[in-house]
C-alpha cells in the first residue's frame, strides 16, 4: 500500500494541475503582415474599389464554406485592376470564429498595408491574402518562414525531439495525402503523463504535392527555432505547422475536418495512414481519463510484465533461431538455382586463414569482412554475416538472388557466396585501395586524389547511380550511398557496394514510405531522415553531398551543405579550389561538380535533377545549369532530431528495388 502513495499523489497533482487551455482562446493571436512595398494602387481607383469587395466578400465567404474561399474581383481591361483573394481558416474553427477572425484579418491588412497592391496576414485561427496577380495553385520553394517557439523548454530534448519528428511527419503525409481539407491534427504519447500535440494544415488551392514539399520544408526548418522547446509555430505563404505539450485545438472538430464529417464520432479516430490518434470531446476530460488509465494499467500491469520479461526474451531467441533455420533451408535452394558460384566453407576458411584477424578488412553492419586468396592465387573479400541476424539472412538473400544479376563497372562484383554449417558468407571481387573515406579523410593519402581523379570518381558513382536507377532490368534504391559504400580498384575506378536490404515493388511505385530509418545521418535526404519517404531523389541527395565531400575533403557531419553554400551565396566559392592540385580538369569543371552538387541537396524532391539529367550536366560544358536555391541542411545539432524515429539494427545499407 505504501508503494502505491508517490503514484496516488502523482495522480492528484496531475488532475489538479492539467491545463485546461481553449483551442479558440489565442485564434486571434497576430502572426504576422507581410506588406510588400514594391507595388502600390492609386487610392479611389479601380483596383481599391475591387480590394475593397473582395475584403468585404471574403470572410463570408470562407465561413459559409468550411472555412475556405477565393475569388477574382474585377474584370478586363486592365488586367492589373483585378483582385485574387484567398481566405482560411484553421481546420478545428468553428463557422462563427473563423467569421470573426476574417473579419478581424479584413480590417486590420486594409490597416497595415494602406494602398499596396499585394499582402497577406497570419493569425492563429486564419490566414487573409489578396494580390493583383494570381497566385492560386503556386508551389512554395523557398522563402521566408515565420517561426515562433515556446520558452519553455523540455528536459530532454534528444528523447523529445525523435518523438517529434514521427508526429510532424506523420501529420505531413496526412494532410497532403489523407484529408480532402488538406487538415491534419493529432496527438502522440511522450511519458506516462505528457501528450504531444500537433498540428498541419495547407491552404487548400495546393495540390497534395506541393502541399507535402512546403510541409517537409517546415518541418526541417522546426529544429533551427524549436530545438528542445515545448512548442513552436512555423508558418509559409501555403502550409503551416504546430505542436505543444497541451491541447491547442479543438479535438471533436479536428476530427470532423479531418473525415469530412463521414465518420462516426463516437469514440477515438486513429488515421490509417498516420497511427496518431485523434480524440473527440473535452480535452480537459480527455486528458484526465488517459492519465487515469495509465497509472492504473501501469499498476496493474507491473508483475505481469517482470514475470513476462524472462519468458518474452528466451522464447523470442529461441523463435529467431528456428526462423533462420527454417528460412535457410529454402533460401538455399533458391540461392543455388541463381547460376551464382557457391563456394566450398573449407576454401574459404583457407583462403582467409580462418578469418584470422590479420586477414580482416573491417567491420560491417552484419559482419565483418577479410581479405582471402584463393589457391588459383585471385583476391577475394569475404563478408561473414552474423549467425543470429535475422536482418542478416535478409540481406544476404536479396544480394545473392537480386544484386547477383546486375552488371556494371561502377558497381562491385559480388562473385558467390556459401551457406554451410551455421556460416553465412558473401565472396565479392577484392579492390585493392579499399573505400574512398580511407584516401579522402586520410592526411597522408588524401594527397594521391588528383583533380583528375577525383572528378573520374564522381562521374563513376554517377554513372553507376545511374544504372541502379534508370538502365538495370530494376529500378534499385540504394539508400545509403556515401564514401565508406564507395570502393576504389587500382586505376582508381569508383565502384559502389552494399546493396543489402533489397526490397521489390509494384511496377508503378515510384515514392514509398518506411517506419524502419536507416542508413547514415549527414548523408540522408530530409524527406527520408524525418518522414521516412524515399525515392530515386533521395539518392540524389547523397549523391550531392558525396559530391561535395570528394571536392572539399569535408565530413558531411563538419556542416559540409553549409560550408559549401556559405561561399557559393558569398560569391566565394573559388576559395575551395585552392591549394589542390591542378591536373587534370580545370577549376570550370570543379566548380561545375559544386554546382552540380548544390542542386543535388535542394530541400524538396521535385526541386533535384534526375541521375539522367546530373550525368548529362557533368559532360557538357555548354548546358547552363539552373541555379540553386538554398539547400536543406542536416548539422550535427538537429541529428537527435532525425536520430531514432524508429529503433533499427546496425544496418550498413538498406537498398529498396523496383522493377520496371
Known sequence: MHSLLPLLLLLLCSLRFTPTTNAADDLTFHINTDCPSDMNYTRGGAFQANLNTTLSSLPAAASASSGFAENVTGGAPPPDEQVYGLAQCRGDVSAPDCRSCLDTSAREIASKCPGQRRAMIIYEGCLLRYSNASFFGEPYTSGPIVQLANVQNVTQPEQFMPRLGALLGNL??????????MFA??????????????????????????????????????????????????????????????????????????????????????????????????????????????????????????VAAYICKQSTKLHMHAQIARDGHGDEEEMRSSELLMY????????????????????????????????????????????????????MKNEVVLVAKLQHKNLVRLLGCCIE???????????????????????????????????????????????????????????????????????????????????????????????????TYGYMAPEYAVRGSFSTKSDVYSYGVLVLEIITGQRPSENLISFVWGHWSRGSVQQLLEGSPADGPGPEEMLRCIHVGLLCVQAGPPL?????????????????????AEPAFMTPGELPWVAALEPSINEDSVSVLEPR
Open 172 to 181: 505531413t503525409r496526412e494532410a497532403a495525402h489523407g484529408s480532402p481539407r
Open 185 to 306: 491534427a493529432g496527438a502522440v504519447r511522450y511519458t506516462s503523463f505528457v501528450t504531444l500535440y500537433g498540428l498541419a494544415q495547407c491552404t487548400r488551392d495546393t495540390s497534395p504535392d506541393n502541399c507535402d514539399l512546403c510541409l517537409a520544408i517546415l518541418v526541417d526548418a522546426i529544429p533551427k527555432c524549436c530545438y528542445g522547446k515545448q512548442g513552436g509555430r512555423a508558418f509559409a505563404p501555403i502550409c503551416q505547422l504546430r505542436f505543444e505539450t497541451y491541447p491547442f485545438y479543438n479535438a471533436q472538430a479536428a476530427q470532423e475536418a479531418m473525415s469530412n464529417g463521414t465518420d462516426d464520432h463516437s469514440g477515438p479516430r486513429k488515421n490509417a495512414t498516420t497511427g496518431v490518434a485523434v480524440i473527440a470531446g473535452s480535452n480537459h476530460t480527455v486528458r484526465t481519463a488517459l492519465i487515469i488509465v495509465s497509472v492504473l494499467a501501469a499498476v496493474t500491469m507491473l508483475l505481469l510484465l517482470i
Open 344 to 395: 566450398d566453407l573449407s576454401m574459404l576458411r583457407a583462403a582467409t586463414d580462418n578469418f584470422s584477424e590479420e586477414n580482416k578488412l573491417g567491420e560491417g553492419g552484419f559482419g565483418p569482412v577479410y581479405k582471402g586468396t584463393l589457391q588459383n592465387g585471385q583476391a577475394i573479400a569475404v563478408k561473414r554475416l552474423s549467425r543470429t541476424s535475422q536482418q542478416g539472412h535478409v540481406e
Open 421 to 519: 554449417e551455421d556460416e553465412k558468407l558473401l565472396v565479392y571481387e577484392f579492390l585493392v585501395n579499399k573505400s574512398l573515406d580511407k584516401i579522402l579523410f586520410d592526411p597522408t593519402r588524401q594527397q594521391e586524389l588528383s583533380w583528375g581523379q577525383r572528378y573520374k570518381i564522381i562521374e563513376g558513382i554517377g554513372r553507376g547511380l545511374l544504372y541502379l536507377h534508370e538502365d538495370s532490368r530494376l529500378t534499385i534504391i540504394h539508400r545509403d550511398l556515401k564514401a565508406g559504400n564507395i570502393l576504389l580498384d587500382a586505376d582508381m575506378n569508383p565502384k559502389i557496394s552494399d546493396f543489402g536490404l533489397a526490397k521489390l515493388f509494384d511496377i508503378d511505385l515510384s515514392v514509398a514510405n518506411t517506419s524502419r530509418i536507416a542508413g
Open 608 to 628: 533535384r535533377p534526375s541521375m539522367a539529367s546530373v550525368v548529362v550536366m557533368l559532360n557538357s560544358r555548354s548546358m547552363t545549369l539552373p541555379v540553386p
